[in-house]
C-alpha cells in the first residue's frame, strides 16, 4: 500500500466525512469522486472497495455518535449512573421510541427490498433521478414550511411527527435521494424547526446506519484483507475527523440558510454528472 494510495483512501474518507450528513447525497459524491477520478476498484478489487466504503461510513457514524453522546446516554437510560456518580443531566423529552417509531418504516422497507435496490438501483441515472427529485422536495418543504415553527427543539417532536418523518425516510432508500435531506424536509414540513428536524435526523442516522453498514460489512467480511488495513484505518479516521467537522458547522448554520443553497447545489450536481457520464 503505497502512499498515492493511502492518500486516496484519506480522500474517500473526506467526501464520505463532508456529504453523509448534510442533504446533498454521499452516494452521488462517491460516484463522481471514485468511479470518475480514484478509481479505488482498480486497485482494491470491486469487493474490497465496496467493504472500503462500508467501513467509512462506520466513522461517519462515529462522530455522530461522539457530537450527540449526551443525547444517547438520555435516551439508553445511562444518565442514571452518572447522577449516581455525581454528575447532573439535563431534563430531556426526546425518548428513545420516538426514535424506534422514526426508525420502523424504512427499516421494514429496507429489509424487503434491499436486495433488490443493490442489484437494481445502484446505477449513475438513478442516482441523477434520486439528486433532481430530493432536491424539488426540498425546496417544496421551505416553500410551505411553517414560518413559526411548533417545534424548536427536538425534545418537542411528538411521536406523529416521528412516525410522519419514518415514512418520508422511505424516500432515501432511492439511491441519490439522500436520507438527511428526506427526513430534514420531512421534518420541517411537519412543523419542526430545521435545527429540529436536523438534531432528529443525526440522531436517528445512528442506528439505522450502524445496522444497514453491520449487515453489509458481515455479508463483505471476506474482503477484509491485512493487506488493505492501512487503506481502511486511513480513510475511517478521515471520514470520523471530516464528519465531526461537517455535522457541527452544519447544525450551526441550517435555521439560517434553510434547504434551497443545498438543493441548488443538488441541481448543479446533477448537470455536473450528467455531463462527465453522458
Known sequence: MDFIELLKAIILGLVEGLTEYAPVSSTGHMIIVDDMWLQSNEFLGKYTANTFKIVIQLGSILAAVFVFKDRFIELLGLNRLRKRAGQTGNSKHLKLTHVIVG?????????????????????????????????????????????????????????????????????????????????????????????????????????????????????????????????????????????????????????????VPFAIYRIVLVGVIYFLYF
Open 103 to 259: 426508525l420502523i418504516p424504512a427499516g421494514v422497507m429496507g429489509l424487503l427490498f434491499d436486495d433488490y435496490i443493490d442489484e437494481h438501483l445502484f446505477t449513475t441515472k438513478t442516482v441523477i433521478i434520486g439528486l433532481l427529485i430530493g432536491a424539488i422536495f426540498m425546496i417544496i418543504a421551505d416553500i410551505f414550511r411553517s414560518k413559526k415553527p411548533q417545534v424548536e427543539t427536538v425534545d418537542q417532536i411528538s411521536y406523529k411527527q416521528a412516525l410522519t418523518v419514518g415514512l418520508i425516510q422511505c424516500l432515501s432508500l432511492w439511491p441519490g435521494f439522500s436520507r438527511s435531506g428526506a427526513t430534514i424536509s420531512g421534518g420541517v414540513l411537519t412543523g419542526m424547526s430545521h435545527r429540529a428536524a436536523s438534531d432528529f435526523t443525526f440522531i436517528m442516522a445512528v442506528p439505522i446506519m450502524a445496522g444497514a453498514s453491520g449487515l453489509s460489512l458481515i455479508k463483505n467480511w471476506e474482503y477484509f484483507t491485512m493487506d488493505s488495513l492501512p487503506f481502511f484505518i486511513a480513510g475511517f479516521i478521515s471520514a470520523f475527523v471530516f464528519a465531526l467537522i461537517s455535522i457541527r458547522f452544519f447544525l450551526k448554520l441550517i435555521n439560517k440558510i434553510k434547504l
